[in-house]
């Protein structure tokens, strides 16, 4: 069995607007977010045996703080600029070059892309929406990535607000 966990990066800032899309930081209420999500997939035993992660500040930032709470070592996140520039092909093709022997992979990106993928995933579910900080985790009944094609809802989860400030 396989499992994907899709990761929505934290809020971003918007302050500043000479910031190239990319090196967008995340704001106060990512940098609180962020934390909470590797502790939430450690409360539902959904600790990736890899990370990857789009390249653009605010998904780097989101990862290395969702890794801290998971104890996984953020220097083996894997950064792939296809998650930044890609679309849901450019994720299925990520997906099929996963190795086998990892049963659960996390991917930490964007919208509308994630949400897309995800829908694509999902046998006879619907996601209208990832939100910052959101989570949707997709079990497979495959033992290579590259069979993972409709797989069932596992998890879909995002910070209640004010939680993450506790």
């Known amino acids: 069995m396989k499992t994907l966990i899709l990761v929505r990066h ?6 500043d607007p000479s910031l190239n899309d ?10 609180r977010d962020a934390p909470w ?5 450690r409360r539902q035993d959904l600790i990736p045996d890899a990370i990857f992660s789009s390249p653009a500040r605010r998904a780097v930032k ?11 070592d953020k220097d083996r996140i894997v950064f792939r600029s296809e998650i930044y520039d890609g679309g849901t092909e ?16 996390c991917v930490v990106g964007h919208n509308p892309v994630l949400t897309d ?3 694509g995933l999902l046998s006879g579910e619907r996601i209208d929406d ?3 900080s959101g989570i949707v985790a997709v079990e497979f009944r495959s033992e290579d990535w590259s069979q993972a094609v409709q797989g069932r809802l596992r998890l879909f989860a995002s910070p209640p607000k004010g939680e993450a400030e506790r």
């Open 10 to 15: 934290a809020k971003s800032s918007w302050t």
């Open 22 to 31: 990319r090196d967008r930081p995340l704001n106060g209420r990512g940098k």
């Open 37 to 41: 999500i590797g502790s939430f997939l």
């Open 62 to 72: 989101t990862a290395r703080k969702m890794a801290a709470g998971l104890d996984f």
């Open 90 to 105: 450019e994720l299925r093709r990520l997906l099929d070059t996963m190795d086998p022997r990892l049963s659960r992979v």
């Open 117 to 119: 993928f995800a829908n």
């Open 130 to 132: 990832i939100p910052t």
